[in-house]
Every structure is written in C-alpha cells, then in structure tokens.
C-alpha cells in the first residue's frame, strides 16, 4: 500500500464523529509479498499463453516489477506519489455509500462519490480518502489486453515482437502489484491500521498491525514455494467479466478484516505466529497469485476478441 495519509473519522459509542488524521506507513504486502506473488503467477502461466511470458526472465521481471508501484511513492516524487496513493487502496465501507453496484469508469465513481459527500458531510469521501483500487486494477488490465492484441497482430505479420514483449511484461507486472493489494484484507477497510469506531471485542487501536502482518510476518515466515505455491489451482479460471468478478474479488478479502484483526489480537502476526497465523497469510498470497495468474490469462485470451468498431460521439443537436 506504501505511505498514504487517511482521514479516519472515530465514530464513538454516543455517535458522536471525530475526526482523526492517521498516517499508515509500509508496503503493501511489503517488498517480499509483492515478488512472491508475482513471481508465483507468472510460474503458473497456463500453456496456451505465449512461451515468453513463461520464461524464466518473464518470472524474474515480474517479480522485480511487483513492488514498483511503491517505488513511485518516493516522497521525493511527490506529485506522483499523491496522485497514485488512492489507487493501491478501497476502503468499501466508504465506497458503498454510492450504492451497488460500483460503477465502472473512475470519474462516475469520483462523480458518486460527491454526491455521497454532500449526504453524508461528516465523512471523508474524497476519491484520495476512500482509494481507487479496482479502477487502477481494471485500466492495468486493459492496457496488458490492448499490448497482448498489438502482439498477436505483429505475430501474425512475422514482425518482431520483442519491443512488445517488453511491454507486455511491465504491464503485467504493474498489474501484479495492485491484484496482490486486494488481496490484503487491510487494503480494503476503514481499519486498515488499528480498528475505528465501536470496538466491543477489544482490537488493537494502534496503529502497528498493517506493516506487522503485511511486511513483517511475511518476510520472516513465508516460504513462497514450500507454503504458497501448493495452494494454487492447477488449472486457470477464466474471468467471465473483468470488473464483477474483481470488485468480487476484493469483497472476498474484506470479509476478512475481523478475523485479520482477531488474529492480531491472539499474537498470531508475532514472532513466528501460530499455524492459524501463517495459514492465513499463505492463503492471502496465494489468494493474490491466482487472481493474478487467472487475469493474465484472461487477457490473452480476451485480446484475441474482434475489437468493437469505433463509434465517435456526435455532437448533440442545437438547443439539446
């Protein structure tokens, strides 16, 4: 998720809403969650899509491509890190205030968004409050899709494809990075470092959890061949629609937040944790490794599709 500054608001047993600034800090998934699960999905490419992409460079640069998302929050780039904070997050609890389902251009969702602000003053909607995950998710997508079409069509002139191979390869690997996000619970939540609001069952309300499970734990528990890897399917599944079933997909990992946070409370993300604790986490990378993996190969397999013929808007009539 890398540095990001939320506008947390408190919402107290009385009701009463505070406003309270948080600043969370740490990688998503970290440095060694990223690269696994990079590196894992491009491991278990299917057959059917092009040989480089199965290649063992194809898997080194997918992994070394994993965490550059988080390269480009550098506070010495700081437009740039402004700009693309929103986009390694969604808090749900925000966003669904728009209704569902959540629409599938990112200006109608920041368009939604202000008109859910102006029923719900009190809140932070803002579009860099409550994140554009899925939106970043589903344009890295169709830019691998438009790449893996322009590859088809050189293959089939007999033209080199390597400048497009090159391409391919980035694409995906940005990708790879915000698939592997979602499937962090705590980059899909309001409580994505300490828990806000009522507190009945006692989670921690400091502000240590997120970089403890996501960077911490894994680096020092994780075996990404011996403990992830097996829990891969074998066989890809195709995505029927991009954005349903990846909006899906993220709603998955946030019906996960509580017992991430149960999990904290037990001592699981301490030390070497528990078999709970890090049968968790696996399930999370691999979770992220086969979401990545299935999108991949649906872009190849989509961007043999016939492109829609271009229909460009027709100025409306006078007086309209």
């Not at 830019?143 to 069509?153: C, I, L, Q, S």
């Not at 990708?175 to 899909?188: C, E, K, Q, W």
């Not at 998955?252 to 070497?272: C, D």
Request: charged share 20%.
């Amino acid at each position: 998720m890398g540095l990001r500054m939320k506008g947390v608001w408190r919402v107290v047993l009385t009701g009463t809403i505070v406003p309270m600034l948080l600043v969370q800090s740490g990688l998503g998934w970290g440095n060694e969650g990223h690269r696994m699960i990079n590196r894992l999905a491009a491991a278990k490419l299917p057959a059917d899509v092009p040989e480089f992409l199965r290649s063992p460079y194809a898997q080194d640069a997918m992994e070394y491509y994993g965490p550059e998302p988080d390269r480009w929050k550098s506070s010495a780039e700081a437009e740039l890190r402004n700009a693309g904070s929103p986009e390694h997050y969604i808090d749900l609890e925000w966003a669904d205030l728009i209704g569902e389902p959540l629409p599938r251009n990112r200006y109608d969702f920041v368009r939604a968004l202000a008109l859910a602000q102006k029923a719900h003053p009190d809140l932070p909607l803002s579009p860099e409050k409550v994140g554009l995950q899925p939106w970043a998710a589903d344009e890295w997508y169709q830019r691998v899709k438009a790449a893996m079409r322009e590859y088809r069509g050189l293959k089939e002139a007999h033209q080199d494809t390597r400048p497009v191979e090159a391409e391919i390869l980035f694409c995906a690997g940005i990708l790879g990075h915000f698939v592997a996000d979602a499937s962090n619970p705590l980059h899909d939540t309001i409580q994505f470092n300490g828990w806000t609001g009522p507190n009945p069952n006692g989670y921690t309300t400091g502000h240590h959890i997120h970089a403890q499970m996501e960077s911490d734990f894994v680096a020092a528990n994780v075996d990404p061949v011996k403990d992830v890897a097996p829990l891969i399917p074998a066989q890809p599944h195709l995505l029927n629609d991009f954005f349903d079933d990846y909006v899906a997909y993220i709603r998955r990992s946030n019906a996960l937040v509580e017992q991430t946070y149960q999990i904290e409370k037990a001592g699981g993300f301490a030390g070497a944790g528990t078999a709970a604790s890090r049968a968790f986490i696996d399930q999370r990378l691999a979770a992220g490794a086969t979401e990545l993996r299935d999108v991949i190969d649906t872009a190849w397999v989509r961007s043999g599709d016939p492109v829609p013929q271009y229909h460009p808007q027709q100025p409306a009539p006078a007086g309209k």
